[in-house]
């Protein structure tokens, strides 16, 4: 079974800076494809930004720029950088993983003030 831990949300103010983590367990985390994605209440749930086994990443155009994505196979942990953030990044951030089948983890909230 794949656990998904997320950790660093908060509440941060408008041109702030965050870093999330998630911490991955039962799966083969150095062949898994990691990603963040986003929820606000009444929307569907949105990539963020991904990154692939082998370290390419692809973002939502809306964070281009401003976050960046990695990962560190020897600790099982993705990362998320997220800087210069605007009220609108606000939301429930959630890890994925997919190796075989997707997991998800249990979400972090983020909110940013103006």
């Known amino acids: 079974q794949v656990q998904l831990v997320e950790s660093g949300g908060g509440l941060v103010q408008a041109g702030g800076s965050l870093r999330l983590s998630c911490a991955a367990s039962?799966?083969?985390?150095?062949?898994?494809?990691m990603g963040w994605y986003r929820q606000v209440p009444g929307a569907q749930r949105e990539v963020v930004a991904l990154i692939s086994s082998g370290g390419i990443t692809n973002y939502a155009d809306s964070v281009e720029g401003r976050f960046t994505i990695s990962r560190d196979n020897t600790k099982n942990t993705v990362y998320l950088q997220m800087n210069s953030l605007k009220p609108e990044d606000t939301g429930v951030y959630y890890c994925?993983?997919?190796?075989?089948?997707?997991?998800w983890g249990q979400g972090t909230q983020v909110t940013v003030s103006s």
């Open positions: 039962g799966t083969i985390f150095r062949l898994s494809t």
């Open positions: 994925y993983s997919r190796y075989t089948f997707t997991s």
